[in-house]
C-alpha cells in the first residue's frame, strides 16, 4: 500500500513538471532528465598530441572513440594539413582511453578526411572528404564493416562510397550526423553546408531523410536550429530529444569582443515537435577559446567535444564532460 501511495505521489509529481514546461518554461522537458554539465577535462596525452585533434565520434557501446588528426602518421606521410580519422579504445567506460590508431588506407587516402560519425547499429561510419569522385568541393561519405566487434587493426571497414548527389552538392558538404528515430525507423542524415542555396549564411545545418531505395532525399535546411551566422558540426542524442551544435551567433562567448566558437543544445517534446531555440551550454562548458565539433555519448551523459583553450597539448585538443541522469519519470510520449 505505502509502494503504491509513493508511485502516485512520484506520477502527480512528473504531471506538476510536464504541466509547467507547457506554460512556457525557457528549456524544454527533455533537457530536465539530466544534472548540468561537469568541468571539461584534458583527454591527455595518450589522445592528443601537438598537432590538432579534434571532431570526435563515440561508437554506439561507447567503447571507441573515433577522431581526426593532422598528426604523423597519416596516410598522405606528411603534415601538410590534411586529416585523417584516427580510433582509440577502452575496455570499459571506467578504464582509460588505449593508444589511438590510424584507420588505415581504406577509409583514409591523401586528401582529407573529415567528421567522423557512426550509425546507431555501428556498422556505418560516415564523414566528409575532398576525395576525387563526389559532387562538390567536400562531400559526405560512408563505409560499411560487416562485423562491429571487430575493433582492432583498421576495423574490417569498407571501400568508402559517396551519399550521392542530392545530399551532397557543389558546395561544402561535411559534418554528417546519422539519426534512426526509435519510433518510425525514419533515417536521417544531418550535416553541413556552407553557402548552400536556400541556407541563412556561412554554415547550416541541414537533413536528408532516406527513400525506400535507400538512396538520400532532398535536403531541407533546420531553419530553427540555423542563424547567419556559423552553425556547424552537430551530435543528437538516442532518443532524438536533444541536438548539440558550435556556432559563433549572438550569446557565444566573447574572444578579444569576438565570438568564439561555443556549444549550443536545443530539445524538443518528441521526434515529432519542431527544434526549440538553441541554448548555449554557458561558461562551465564553454571558454573564450573555440569549442565545438560535440559528440554524444548513447545515454547521454558524455559530452566529448574539441578546444583550443590554453592549457591543452596542442592546437585543438579533445575534452570531455559529463552528466548523471536524475531519477525522474519517463516523460516521453
Not at 571507441?64 to 598522405?76: A, Q
Not at 536528408?208 to 531505395?213: F, K
Amino acid at each position: 500500500m505505502k509502494g503504491r501511495v509513493l508511485r502516485v505521489l512520484e506520477t502527480v509529481a512528473c504531471l506538476i513538471v510536464i504541466v509547467a514546461s507547457f506554460g512556457g518554461a525557457p528549456r524544454a522537458w527533455a533537457q530536465d532528465r539530466f544534472s548540468e554539465w561537469s568541468e571539461p577535462v584534458n583527454l591527455g596525452p595518450e589522445i592528443n598530441t601537438a598537432s590538432n585533434d579534434q571532431h570526435p565520434a563515440l561508437s554506439p557501446d561507447g567503447l571507441s572513440l573515433y577522431f581526426v588528426s593532422d598528426r604523423e602518421g597519416n596516410v598522405d606521410g606528411s603534415l601538410a594539413g590534411t586529416f585523417d580519422i584516427w580510433v582509440s579504445h577502452r575496455a570499459s567506460a571506467d578504464s582509460p582511453w588505449e593508444a589511438p590508431q590510424n584507420l588505415g588506407p581504406t577509409v583514409n587516402s591523401i586528401y582529407t578526411e573529415y567528421a567522423p560519425n557512426l550509425s546507431f547499429d555501428g556498422h556505418w561510419l560516415f564523414f566528409g572528404s575532398d576525395r576525387p569522385g563526389g559532387c562538390g568541393s567536400r562531400d559526405v561519405w560512408a563505409s560499411h564493416r560487416k562485423d562491429k566487434k571487430v575493433n582492432f587493426g583498421h576495423g574490417g571497414w569498407e571501400t568508402p562510397v559517396n551519399l550521392g548527389c542530392t545530399l551532397n552538392s557543389s558546395e561544402f558538404d561535411d559534418g554528417p550526423t546519422f539519426f534512426e528515430d526509435p519510433r518510425t525507423n525514419i533515417l536521417t542524415m544531418y550535416f553541413t553546408s556552407q553557402n548552400r542555396p536556400g541556407g541563412q549564411g556561412d554554415f547550416d545545418i541541414w537533413e536528408s531523410t532516406e527513400r525506400p531505395d535507400e538512396s538520400w532525399g532532398t535536403p531541407v535546411n533546420v531553419a530553427a536550429l540555423n542563424s547567419p551566422f556559423r552553425d556547424t558540426r552537430t551530435a543528437i542524442r538516442h532518443d532524438g530529444l536533444e541536438i548539440f551544435l558550435t556556432s559563433n551567433r549572438p550569446g557565444s562567448i566573447l574572444n578579444g569582443g569576438v565570438p568564439s566558437l561555443d556549444l549550443w543544445v536545443s530539445a524538443r517534446d518528441s521526434t515529432s515537435d519542431p527544434w526549440g531555440v538553441p541554448v548555449n551550454l554557458g561558461p562551465v562548458v564553454n571558454s573564450s577559446s573555440n569549442d565545438g565539433a560535440p559528440a554524444l555519448s548513447r545515454d547521454g551523459t558524455e559530452l566529448y567535444f574539441y578546444s583550443n583553450r590554453p592549457g591543452g597539448f596542442g592546437a585543438n585538443d579533445l575534452y570531455v564532460v559529463t552528466r548523471t541522469k536524475l531519477d525522474t519519470c519517463d516523460r516521453r510520449r
